[in-house]
């Protein structure tokens, strides 16, 4: 950690043996007042600097997109990037930026910070020439909208807020939070932008532990469907695989026997074709996510298609 305000602490070391001077350098640096930035925000503003005075010559011009994941936790003082963290997490990451982007986002690595666990990222150039672009308007990559989302979802976890809005993406996140949780890591996250823009996230044990409570608390929600197929497998504990049509990637449903005698009763055959009656339940995290789903045979029903339900 760095303070904006080093270089006032040098200049008044240098005044200290001149007693006048060291009194008036202590006088302005009150009216100026001090400012604490860490290292990311001071070369946030250098880049956006730069850029700026690029573009006073070249108003197309951008700058080369950045990602920076800082890992923290007991296990990382002495500065070293285990191999197994980086299979763990890396694929997580890219996975959950391309889900946000909703397209694949390919990412690589570029290096790591020495005595740090910083690593540093960038998105692998697509390879087709760049669009023209309006001059007001500063490009926007698939990794920058996919970073974009996935940093306001993870401040949503650290606040422990509601994050129904970003469902899709739960799954990833949840795969990215159990990865940290299983190596005690903290995850920092800080986008450097084409534009000389900055964004920056955290995925900490609060927010883990939030992914948890999210994933877990579940409640059960039951609906009536008629299932209608031919009978593709059959298991004297009670339960029935139902294909509903002949194309190999139809449908097909486990309906489970409560009471598997009563299935013996219908002595039913493979290859039969049938019309059940079931209870389909499904068990919702708070998200909104199916974590099971069950069929329950309730009793035969008239003859007609299937519901288009997925297993």
Known sequence: MTTGDSWRERRRALLRDDPAAA??????LEDMGTEERDEEEIEAEHRAGRLAAVRAYEPDAHLDEELRLRLTGPDTEGGALRFQWGDALLNPV???????????????LTGISAGSTV?????????????????????????????????????????????REWTRLFEPVDTLARALGKYGLDLGMTWYGADGGMRRARLTERGR?????????????????????????????????????????AHAYD?????????????????????????????????????????????????????????
């Open 23 to 28: 009194e008036t350098a202590a006088r302005l």
């Open 94 to 108: 890219e996975n959950a930026i391309s889900v946000a982007a909703g397209t694949p986002v390919q990412l690589e």
């Open 119 to 163: 690593i540093h990222v960038r998105p692998v150039p697509s390879g087709l020439p760049p669009e023209p672009a309006a001059m007001e308007a500063p490009p926007t990559s698939a990794a920058s909208t996919g970073v974009r989302t996935l940093t306001r979802l993870l401040a949503a976890l650290e606040a422990e807020q509601d994050v």
């Open 209 to 249: 532990r939030h992914v948890e409570r999210l994933r877990e608390t579940t409640r059960i929600r039951d609906q009536e469907i008629i299932i209608s197929g031919r009978i593709t497998e059959l298991r004297e504990s009670g339960w029935v695989k139902v294909k509903t049509g002949t194309a190999r990637n």
């Open 255 to 311: 309906v489970h026997f409560e009471e598997p005698e009563a299935l013996l009763r219908m002595r039913p055959g493979l290859g039969d074709n049938v019309h059940f009656r079931v209870r389909f339940r499904q068990r919702l995290d708070a998200v909104g996510i199916a974590r099971s789903t069950e069929y329950t045979y309730l009793g035969p029903a008239a003859e007609q298609s299937s519901l288009p339900l997925k297993p």
